[in-house]
Every structure is written in structure tokens, then in C-alpha cells.
């Protein structure tokens, strides 16, 4: 090879930096944290609080129910094992028992889809607030970020493989104010969702 070559070769692999360098710095990353606009969306908080609402009712039916397998239990007990009376308390009770259980079963199945449901509309959701901000702001890459909270007395109570594994699920380890676009992203959800929710009754057309 010749000083001519090496000097020709040194001079294209010089421009070719100079091209890729200025490319890579007009690069915009924005950082979210899922959890954190998951925790604070309005939506989320209603959603939360029917959910608990439905529990109560839950909570309150299954007590009816075992009530009346007690009432039907005592009635049973006090007639003779060998009548038809008892006999017939008996296949009363075992039907009961048998529709309470299959109720039980139903009655979580059906909360644990509704919540499965409505957690992946919400996931969405996020996911298409951070591409409409990713778009206004001119942002190439979006990344989520996972920080759990720790603090002296969290560490207290956990153990070192714990430790590991809640330090191995963080995935931005520096980053400035200035690429997190949460708080926008919250704020963008919120508005969407209304101050009266999506099912509030829209107001009255103006006479």
C-alpha cells in the first residue's frame, strides 16, 4: 500500500465520522416510566375503586351464601339421621355446597379477567399517549423505564437475592429531567380520560 493509498484511505474514513457523528446526535430518546403513569392515570383510580367495590359485593354474597349453608346444616342436625327429613336436608345441603363452590370459582374468574381486560386497555392506552408525544416532540426512541423504589428500610426487609433481583430490573441507570416525558404522559391520559370520566353523562345542548 501506498503513503498515497493509507493518506486517501485515512481522509474517507475521516468524512464517513464526520457524517455518522452529527446523524447520531440528532438521535432524541425520551424516557417514561410505565408504572408510575399506570399508578397516577385518573382511569386507573376509578377503575381501582369499582374493582374494590365489586369485591365488597363479593365479599358480602359469599357471606349470604355460607350463611345459608349454616342455617341448612343446623336445620339438618336436629332431625333423626335415619328419617327422610334428614335425608332430604342432606341432598339439600350437598346441592348448596356444590353451587357455592362452583359460584366461588366463577365469581374470581370472571373478577380476574375483567382485571386482566382493563389492565391491557390501559397498557394501550399508555402506549399510544407515548407515541402521539414521541411524534410532537420529535423523539426517535421512547424507553421504559423500570426504577423500583428502595430506601434504608426496604433494605431491611429484603434478602440478598431479593436485592439482586430488584437492582437486575432497572433498566436506565442515568438519565436527566430533561428526556423524561412522563409526567406529560400522565397529564396527556388524564385529559383524554375528562374530569368526570369516560362514563360521565355529557352535559345538556344549550336551549
Known amino acids: 500500500m501506498t503513503p498515497m493509498t493509507t493518506r486517501i484511505d485515512c481522509i474517507l474514513i475521516a468524512l464517513l465520522a464526520a457524517v455518522a457523528v452529527p446523524a447520531l446526535a440528532q438521535d432524541k430518546v425520551g424516557v417514561v416510566n410505565p408504572a408510575k403513569v399506570f399508578n397516577e392515570m385518573n382511569e386507573t383510580k376509578d377503575i381501582q375503586a369499582k374493582l374494590e367495590q365489586e369485591r365488597k359485593n363479593l365479599q358480602v354474597e359469599e357471606q349470604r351464601r355460607r350463611s345459608e349453608l349454616t342455617r341448612l346444616k343446623q336445620e339438618r342436625d336436629v332431625l ?5 327429613q334428614y335425608r332430604e336436608k342432606s341432598q339439600q345441603l ?13 365469581a374470581q374468574a370472571d373478577l380476574a379477567r375483567t382485571q386482566k381486560t382493563q389492565m391491557f386497555n390501559i397498557f394501550s392506552k399508555i402506549e399510544k399517549a407515548v407515541q402521539t408525544l414521541a411524534q410532537r416532540k420529535g423523539l426517535d426512541l421512547v424507553v421504559a423505564e423500570q426504577r423500583p ?59
Open 80 to 84: 333423626k339421621v335415619d328419617s327422610p
Open 149 to 207: 423504589d428502595l430506601n434504608p428500610e426496604t433494605l431491611e426487609n429484603l434478602t440478598v437475592d431479593q436485592l439482586r433481583a430488584i437492582l437486575n430490573q432497572r433498566d436506565v441507570l442515568y438519565r436527566t429531567d430533561r428526556v423524561d416525558i412522563t409526567q406529560d404522559v400522565i397529564n396527556l391520559l388524564n385529559q383524554e380520560y375528562g374530569p368526570g370520566g369516560a362514563g360521565a353523562t355529557p352535559p345538556a345542548p344549550a336551549p
Open 94 to 106: 350437598l346441592q348448596q355446597a356444590i353451587a357455592f363452590e362452583a359460584w366461588g370459582k366463577i
